[in-house]
């Protein structure tokens, strides 16, 4: 059994400068094994650039963060746990690959450069796409794909890992409900297997109750905290409340604990 | 009408012609599909100033473009990479530095007007024996390397952020990505020029994408069109006697359009 108090990743003092202004401002948050964690925040909060810190894309320009208990820009093998769902506008969606192709190319990093993939890698992928429900689109470009099956392409590429570790980049946006509700049960399903998550979002909307903590953050961290907190909405309204162009991408300018009969 | 193939000149100019057709289709997939055709361009015409390095110290000037290409390629990766400079402006940057270094170099060396012009337009009946071998030996390293790499290459090319998540060194294959691109540019200078490089880097891999959705197959029909643009266009420019470079690059710009116009990709836009 794995011991469920291991921090998994520890942010500590993060700053991040970007063109002279504070992106991040001295950002402490530590996630543990098995926990979910949603960062949420307005456009412009600094949430996509923590991750991408998390990540080891971006460097800090103070402060430590560390992965596996490991530096993040030391990680090595250990960068193979990891699955990464990034925002998906940057991605050409006319690149001549199937989607098996790109869910396979989350193995690649496992297989190593130069090495050819295996059997069990096809294998891996084929699983994946299973999983996320699209195993009859695996012959397809992505071109050819609606929004939340693209998405769930991207979702099976970081599956294809069996990651210990899940990021996921804002992956409602462009998303309909159906699919935005499909995605969450998988992450409870992920959640009940032991991996760990963290979800990046605008839309406070989508914080549910099987969330364990909540990261709410605005440039600096306003609080983390678990969702069903007083400190967690007042930080929530107090965040949005100074966005009101955010309402549009939700109901409610509080936290919507969504009803699961099994959460 | 090919009684001209019987010279030895002609017979070399038709291996590099299938050696450096193929060669820059390889590599135009890439930048197509990286959209580094504008770090193409500034690395071709830095090779201006690598050639008039060479034509200065009086070296082959081969060598001296193969070194200086690859450098200006690295300066480009790294400018663009490491500070605030968009990439486009570091090729800006680039470009035309290189340029005007090869302009003074060749301003000081009085006399090689004539040569020059060979190297900015081409000169493919001018190919050597020893550029044959040398560009045998740059295929022969960048087609092992696009083999033993594929699958790295691939997906740095399509998402490199997630490479590098998931452990793959993205860094690292662009740089070798860039520096193949170079040694592309340098072995194709004699068979279409500086000016026009960058088109026949480009052209065979944007007219493949239009006909396929696989990737491989993309590699396999741009080989075919850039090997076929280089041997027709050859026996073409020396039926009529008309430029070499300029009719290899023509063609191949015609085989893009005639792809475009038949693409299953503007079908299904229409589709959709």
């Given at each position: 059994?794995?011991?469920?108090?291991?921090?998994?990743?520890?942010?500590?003092?993060?700053?991040?400068?970007?063109?002279?202004?504070?992106?991040?401002?001295?950002?402490?948050?530590?996630?543990?094994?098995?926990?979910?964690?949603?960062?949420?925040?307005?456009?412009?909060?600094?949430?996509?650039?923590?991750?991408?810190?998390?990540?080891?894309?971006?460097?800090?320009?103070?402060?430590?963060?560390?992965?596996?208990?490991?530096?993040?820009?030391?990680?090595?093998?250990?960068?193979?746990?990891?699955?990464?769902?990034?925002?998906?506008?940057?991605?050409?969606?006319?690149?001549?690959?199937?989607?098996?192709?790109?869910?396979?190319?989350?193995?690649?990093?496992?297989?190593?450069?130069?090495?050819?993939?295996?059997?069990?890698?096809?294998?891996?992928?084929?699983?994946?796409?299973?999983?996320?429900?699209?195993?009859?689109?695996?012959?397809?470009?992505?071109?050819?794909?609606?929004?939340?099956?693209?998405?769930?392409?991207?979702?099976?590429?970081?599956l294809a890992n069996r990651p210990e570790?899940?990021?996921?980049?804002?992956?409602?946006?462009?998303?309909?409900?159906?699919?935005?509700?499909?995605?969450?049960?998988?992450?409870?399903?992920?959640?009940?297997?032991?991996?760990?998550?963290?979800?990046?979002?605008?839309?406070?909307?989508?914080?549910?109750?099987?969330?364990?903590?909540?990261?709410?953050?605005?440039?600096?961290?306003?609080?983390?905290?678990?969702?069903?907190?007083?400190?967690?909405?007042?930080?929530?309204?107090?965040?949005?409340?100074?966005?009101?162009?955010?309402?549009?991408?939700?109901?409610?300018?509080h936290i919507v604990v969504e009803d699961h009969p099994d959460a | 009408m090919l009684e001209s193939f019987a010279f030895a000149y002609m017979q070399r100019a038709t291996v590099a012609g299938v050696l450096v057709g193929a060669l820059c289709a390889i590599i135009g997939v890439y930048v197509v599909l990286k959209g580094l055709a504008f770090i193409g361009a500034g690395i071709a015409h830095a090779s201006f100033g690598g050639v008039a390095i060479g034509v200065w110290l009086g070296i082959n000037p081969i060598w001296s473009a193969i070194v200086f290409c690859i450098l200006t390629a690295w300066g480009i990766g790294i400018t663009s990479r490491s500070s605030h400079v968009k990439e486009d402006t570091a090729v800006g940057v680039f470009f035309a530095s290189t340029m005007a270094l090869g302009i003074l170099l060749i301003g000081l060396k009085q006399g090689y007007q004539v040569d020059l012009f060979s190297y900015l337009f081409g000169s493919i009946l001018a190919v050597t024996i020893q550029d044959v071998w040398t560009t045998v030996v740059i295929t022969a390293v960048v087609l092992a390397t696009v083999l033993i790499l594929y699958k790295d290459l691939m997906f740095i090319t399509f998402d490199s952020e997630m490479a590098e998540v998931t452990g793959v060194p993205a860094g690292r294959l662009y740089f070798l990505l860039i520096t193949m691109m170079a040694l592309t540019v340098v072995m194709s200078i004699k068979v279409v020029g500086i000016v026009l490089v960058s088109a026949l880097i480009v052209t065979p891999a944007a007219a493949a994408y239009q006909l396929t959705e696989k990737f491989r197959n993309m590699m396999i029909i741009a080989v075919a069109f850039g090997i076929g643009s280089c041997v027709v266009g050859l026996i073409l420019s020396d039926i009529l006697g008309i430029a070499s470079g300029a009719t290899i690059v023509l063609l191949s710009t015609a085989i893009f359009f005639l792809c475009a116009a038949i693409s299953p990709r503007r079908r299904r836009t229409k589709e959709l």
């Amino acid at each position: 059994m794995i011991d469920s108090a291991e921090t998994l990743i520890e942010i500590k003092d993060v700053t991040i400068l970007r063109h002279g202004l504070t992106v991040l401002d001295s950002v402490s948050l530590t996630v543990s094994r098995g926990e979910f964690t949603a960062i949420v925040g307005p456009n412009g909060s600094g949430k996509s650039t923590l991750v991408r810190a998390m990540l080891g894309l971006i460097k800090p320009d103070r402060g430590k963060i560390r992965v596996f208990g490991v530096p993040v820009d030391q990680l090595h093998e250990q960068r193979s746990k990891i699955g990464y769902v990034p925002q998906i506008f940057d991605i050409d969606i006319n690149f001549p690959v199937s989607v098996f192709e790109i869910v396979l190319m989350g193995r690649y990093g496992r297989i190593g450069v130069g090495r050819r993939t295996r059997q069990d890698d096809r294998d891996a992928a084929m699983a994946a796409l299973e999983k996320v429900g699209i195993g009859d689109l695996k012959d397809r470009s992505l071109a050819r794909l609606s929004g939340g099956q693209r998405q769930r392409v991207f979702i099976a590429r970081a599956l294809a890992n069996r990651p210990e570790l899940l990021v996921l980049d804002e992956p409602t946006t462009g998303v309909d409900v159906t699919a935005t509700g499909n995605l969450y049960s998988l992450l409870r399903t992920l959640k009940k297997e032991g991996v760990t998550i963290v979800l990046v979002s605008h839309d406070i909307g989508v914080v549910a109750s099987y969330i364990d903590t909540i990261a709410c953050l605005n440039v600096s961290l306003v609080a983390h905290c678990k969702p069903d907190e007083e400190v967690c909405s007042n930080a929530l309204c107090e965040m949005y409340g100074s966005h009101a162009a955010f309402f549009h991408h939700s109901d409610t300018p509080h936290i919507v604990v969504e009803d699961h009969p099994d959460a | 009408m090919l009684e001209s193939f019987a010279f030895a000149y002609m017979q070399r100019a038709t291996v590099a012609g299938v050696l450096v057709g193929a060669l820059c289709a390889i590599i135009g997939v890439y930048v197509v599909l990286k959209g580094l055709a504008f770090i193409g361009a500034g690395i071709a015409h830095a090779s201006f100033g690598g050639v008039a390095i060479g034509v200065w110290l009086g070296i082959n000037p081969i060598w001296s473009a193969i070194v200086f290409c690859i450098l200006t390629a690295w300066g480009i990766g790294i400018t663009s990479r490491s500070s605030h400079v968009k990439e486009d402006t570091a090729v800006g940057v680039f470009f035309a530095s290189t340029m005007a270094l090869g302009i003074l170099l060749i301003g000081l060396k009085q006399g090689y007007q004539v040569d020059l012009f060979s190297y900015l337009f081409g000169s493919i009946l001018a190919v050597t024996i020893q550029d044959v071998w040398t560009t045998v030996v740059i295929t022969a390293v960048v087609l092992a390397t696009v083999l033993i790499l594929y699958k790295d290459l691939m997906f740095i090319t399509f998402d490199s952020e997630m490479a590098e998540v998931t452990g793959v060194p993205a860094g690292r294959l662009y740089f070798l990505l860039i520096t193949m691109m170079a040694l592309t540019v340098v072995m194709s200078i004699k068979v279409v020029g500086i000016v026009l490089v960058s088109a026949l880097i480009v052209t065979p891999a944007a007219a493949a994408y239009q006909l396929t959705e696989k990737f491989r197959n993309m590699m396999i029909i741009a080989v075919a069109f850039g090997i076929g643009s280089c041997v027709v266009g050859l026996i073409l420019s020396d039926i009529l006697g008309i430029a070499s470079g300029a009719t290899i690059v023509l063609l191949s710009t015609a085989i893009f359009f005639l792809c475009a116009a038949i693409s299953p990709r503007r079908r299904r836009t229409k589709e959709l």
